[in-house]
């Protein structure tokens, strides 16, 4: 890889700019195909994720205690929205749209949540009433993630901060099932459909200065915020700008970057204990289950903040997604690359399912699939 060689004297941050479009069911399909044509020339993809918060709580302690806990509520949960940001090696952007911010089908009358974290994200300004009526449905997103070009290429980089949680939720949309009981299989399919990728949690790790999370972070490098913090766009675009700075700056060098990829902070080799502990002594306050019998005291709760926000929208058509996601059918990817017309089925449908055999076919791969494989 071939990054921007700044002066570590005089350091420039990337150039500004903040062009965001939000994406939702009826410009998705449009978007998805702009943003892969983009990503030949800008294989570095910011990434943060916004969902439900933490609802399920572990009653045992194990070694791999941390990912059994995430897995558990991912497996239980929905993504709400995905950011996704654009740069070059040098952490230049595309000059028209640089930020992606794809939000999803989420209802919080059905939809499990903790009402912690969703009135955070309302007071950040998402609209759940949007996301009920436009959001875009997860089997359609699934779809054209799996052959966007952005998943089984070792060209495209992907940089996250503390991002296991936020991986956990995509490696399961491409997955179409449920994530994998042990922690080893989690991160061997993860380094599969995502090849190359960084934690800048982990980058920073040794760095005391820069601990503390991503906002601090921003503030000691310098780095200006467009959008609210807490929606996955803004969060994306900072933490791609709070990456090459930290390479353009000389914080890390070339050496720790290679060190550290696809490293996770909290599981595998970037295992904390202090995480661990933080999650044993998660106490789970307010959520909301489907057999919750406060249900309709909490749900409104949450409507009367969305009322307070001025964010309701009503009268918007939903159009559910008739995708049928098929399994047990082969499927064929050009040299662990992407491509529009691979992937599809005799009924033109993709499958979406975790690999469990490979066989070399020509210049590209043949996969089969197992709907067992993951329990």
Same mark, same amino acid.
């Given at each position: 890889?071939?990054?921007?060689?700044?002066?570590?004297?005089?350091?420039?941050?990337?150039?500004?700019?903040?062009?965001?479009?939000? *994406?939702?069911?009826?410009?998705?399909?449009?978007?998805?195909?702009? #943003?892969?044509?983009?990503?030949?020339?800008?294989?570095?993809?910011?990434?943060?994720?916004?969902?439900?918060?933490?609802?399920?709580?572990?009653?045992?302690?194990?070694?791999?205690?941390?990912?059994?806990?995430?897995?558990?509520?991912?497996?239980?949960?929905? %993504? %709400?929205?995905?950011?996704?940001?654009?740069?070059?090696?040098?952490?230049?952007?595309?000059?028209?749209?640089?930020?992606?911010?794809?939000?999803?089908?989420?209802?919080?009358? +059905?939809?499990?949540?903790?009402?912690?974290?969703?009135?955070?994200?309302?007071?950040?300004?998402?609209?759940?009433?949007?996301?009920?009526?436009?959001?875009?449905?997860?089997?359609?997103?699934?779809?054209?993630?799996?052959?966007?070009?952005?998943?089984?290429?070792?060209?495209?980089?992907?940089?996250?901060?503390?991002? +296991?949680?936020?991986?956990?939720?995509?490696?399961?949309?491409?997955?179409?099932?449920? #994530?994998?009981?042990?922690?080893?299989?989690?991160?061997?399919?993860?380094?599969?459909?995502?090849?190359?990728?960084?934690?800048?949690?982990?980058? +920073?790790?040794?760095?005391?200065?820069?601990?503390?999370?991503?906002?601090? #972070?921003?503030?000691?490098?310098?780095?200006?915020?467009?959008?609210?913090?807490?929606?996955?766009?803004?969060?994306?675009?900072?933490?791609?700008?709070?990456?090459?700075?930290?390479?353009?700056?000389?914080?890390?060098?070339?050496?720790?970057?290679?060190?550290?990829?696809? %490293? #996770?902070?909290?599981?595998?080799?970037?295992?904390?204990?202090?995480?661990?502990?933080?999650?044993?002594?998660?106490?789970?306050?307010?959520?909301?289950?489907?057999?919750?019998?406060?249900?309709?005291?909490?749900?409104?709760?949450?409507?009367?903040?969305?009322?307070?926000?001025?964010? %309701?929208?009503?009268?918007?058509?939903?159009?559910?997604?008739?995708?049928?996601?098929?399994?047990?059918?082969?499927?064929?990817?050009?040299?662990?690359?992407?491509?529009?017309?691979?992937?599809?089925?005799?009924?033109?449908?993709?499958?979406?399912?975790?690999?469990?055999?490979?066989?070399? *076919?020509?210049?590209?791969?043949?996969?089969?699939?197992?709907?067992?494989? +993951?329990?």
């Amino acid at each position: 890889m071939n990054f921007y060689n700044s002066n570590p004297q005089s350091p420039k941050s990337p150039k500004r700019n903040s062009k965001l479009i939000e *994406v939702y069911t009826d410009n998705f399909i449009q978007e998805i195909k702009n #943003l892969s044509s983009h990503l030949e020339q800008y294989n570095y993809i910011g990434m943060d994720t916004e969902f439900p918060g933490i609802v399920y709580k572990l009653d045992s302690y194990s070694n791999d205690f941390y990912y059994k806990s995430i897995r558990k509520n991912v497996n239980n949960l929905k %993504i %709400i929205q995905l950011g996704i940001t654009l740069s070059n090696s040098k952490g230049e952007h595309p000059q028209n749209i640089i930020t992606w911010q794809f939000n999803f089908h989420f209802d919080i009358s +059905v939809d499990k949540f903790s009402n912690e974290s969703i009135s955070l994200l309302i007071n950040s300004g998402i609209n759940f009433n949007i996301l009920k009526t436009k959001g875009i449905p997860h089997n359609l997103f699934a779809e054209y993630f799996i052959t966007s070009g952005l998943l089984l290429d070792q060209n495209i980089h992907w940089i996250s901060y503390h991002g +296991v949680s936020d991986f956990a939720y995509l490696l399961k949309l491409a997955l179409n099932c449920n #994530l994998p009981n042990e922690e080893k299989d989690f991160i061997d399919l993860l380094q599969f459909y995502f090849p190359s990728f960084y934690d800048i949690r982990i980058l +920073v790790h040794e760095k005391e200065q820069y601990k503390g999370g991503l906002n601090k #972070l921003i503030q000691y490098l310098d780095i200006e915020r467009n959008g609210d913090m807490h929606q996955a766009g803004s969060d994306s675009l900072v933490t791609s700008d709070a990456f090459f700075n930290l390479i353009n700056k000389g914080i890390i060098s070339f050496d720790e970057l290679k060190l550290c990829e696809n %490293i #996770l902070y909290g599981i595998g080799e970037g295992e904390d204990n202090n995480e661990t502990i933080s999650y044993v002594s998660f106490e789970n306050n307010v959520n909301i289950t489907n057999n919750n019998v406060n249900n309709n005291n909490n749900r409104n709760n949450i409507n009367n903040v969305i009322d307070n926000n001025n964010n %309701i929208q009503n009268n918007i058509l939903y159009q559910n997604s008739q995708t049928a996601l098929n399994i047990n059918t082969p499927i064929y990817i050009p040299n662990m690359g992407y491509s529009k017309n691979n992937g599809v089925n005799n009924n033109g449908n993709y499958t979406i399912m975790n690999p469990i055999m490979m066989n070399n *076919v020509g210049n590209g791969m043949m996969f089969k699939f197992n709907q067992n494989y +993951v329990s």
